[in-house]
Nanobody, 115 residues
Framework: QVQLVESGGGLVQPGGSLKLSCVVSGSIFRFYAISWYRQAQGKQRELVAS???????NYADSVKGRFTVSRDNAKKTASLQMNSLKTEDTAVYFC?????????WGQGTQVTVSS
């Protein structure tokens, strides 16, 4: 079975940085796009960033210029570098491998931006 394991979340002050990682097992990683989503308490899950099989990236307007998504096909890992963090970035962050109808989700990692 395909599994995604996320890590890197934590508590950071506004203006700080965090790097999230998502390690994929049980799939041919290079053949699938991967996306990062986040869900703040009481709000809907939203798409943050995505990266295609050839490395093309897309970002939500709210994170453009601050977040960078990347992938390492050899290590079967996707990353989300988050800089200049704001309080509104506080959420649980999930990675999703675009396989099948619903994709495959990681367990989520909490990011809290607070002073």
């Amino acid at each position: 079975q395909v599994q995604l394991v996320e890590s890197g979340g934590g508590l950071v002050q506004p203006g700080g940085s965090l790097k999230l990682s998502c390690v994929v097992s049980g799939s041919i990683f290079r053949f699938y796009a991967i996306s990062w989503y986040r869900q703040a308490q009481g709000k809907q899950r939203e798409l943050v960033a995505s990266i295609t099989i050839d490395g093309t990236t897309n970002y939500a307007d709210s994170v453009k210029g601050r977040f960078t998504v990347s992938r390492d096909n050899a290590k079967k890992t996707a990353s989300l570098q988050m800089n200049s963090l704001k309080t509104e970035d506080t959420a649980v962050y999930f990675c999703n491998l675009l396989i099948g109808r619903d994709g495959v989700w990681g367990q989520g990692t909490q990011v809290t931006v607070s002073s």
